[in-house]
């Protein structure tokens, strides 16, 4: 069936690089997506990229699509206290009502 | 204002109890989906609906109902609530249209005891 997997922790210090990695099994997506979840909030979509391309680059996140893997990372440069959050990897196809979710995975960023 | 309210944001409630969540939004989409989330799950697709005389049920239908009484809202049901429906619920929103960005709710925060 379809399974979107992330790890769930990642602790990294005020100022590394964070990786975010989700393995996805869908290959018919058209859209990859990053949402973070802020404590209380819902989530909010911080990037995705099409399904065709092989990176997206949004000012510190980078997004990096293998398709023969089917796996998505998101980098995050510089990593900030602020970027605490939970981060969903989802996979879809606009249009339709199905988008898959992994489990999410944690960044706690140390000072 | 935000653009997706959910209501209530916290609800303590007894097994058997009917409860009713409630989405508005101000986005003006017609597509609006309700999610559950727990932990080590990420999120599970409940209800979907595409417009106002569209409904469709998601992979976890069952003990839920769901009511569009507007383009505007969308209220999620539990007719008799149980434990195991403890969860954080999320509405969203679409616009059914380029990247399928969803727009979410805060979330409502249900314990059944």
């Known amino acids: 069936g379809e399974d979107v997997e992330q790890s769930l922790f990642l602790s990294v210090r005020e100022g590394d690089s964070s990786v975010i990695n989700c393995t996805y099994t869908?290959?018919?997506?058209?859209?990859l997506y990053w949402y973070k979840q802020e404590p209380g909030a819902g989530l909010q979509l911080l990037t995705y990229?099409?399904?065709?391309?092989d990176m997206k680059q949004d000012q510190r996140l980078t997004v990096l699509l293998n398709k023969k893997d089917k796996h998505l990372s998101l980098r995050i440069a510089d990593t900030q206290t602020g970027d605490s959050a939970i981060y969903f990897c989802?996979?879809?196809?606009?249009?339709?009502?199905?988008?898959?979710f992994g489990t999410g995975t944690r960044l706690k960023v140390l000072a | 204002d935000a653009d997706v309210t959910q209501t209530p944001r916290n609800r303590i409630t007894k097994t058997g109890k009917r409860i009713m969540l409630e989405c508005s939004q101000t986005?003006?989409?017609?597509?609006m989906y309700w999610y559950r989330q727990d932990p080590g799950l990420g999120l599970r697709l409940i209800y979907y609906?595409?417009?106002?005389?569209?409904?469709n049920k998601g992979e976890i239908s069952d003990g839920y109902s769901v009511s569009r009484q507007a383009q505007a809202k969308f209220s999620l049901s539990l007719e008799s609530a149980i434990p195991n429906q403890t969860a954080l619920y999320f509405c969203?929103?679409?616009?059914?249209?380029?990247?399928?960005?969803?727009?979410f709710g805060e979330g409502s925060r249900l314990t059944v005891l």
């Open positions: 989802a996979e879809g196809t606009s249009g339709t009502y199905k988008y898959i």
């Open positions: 869908d290959s018919s997506s058209t859209y």
């Open positions: 990229i099409f399904s065709n391309m």
């Open positions: 986005k003006g989409h017609d597509r």
């Open positions: 609906s595409f417009d106002v005389k569209d409904i």
């Open positions: 969203a929103t679409e616009d059914g249209v380029v990247t399928g960005e969803l727009f």
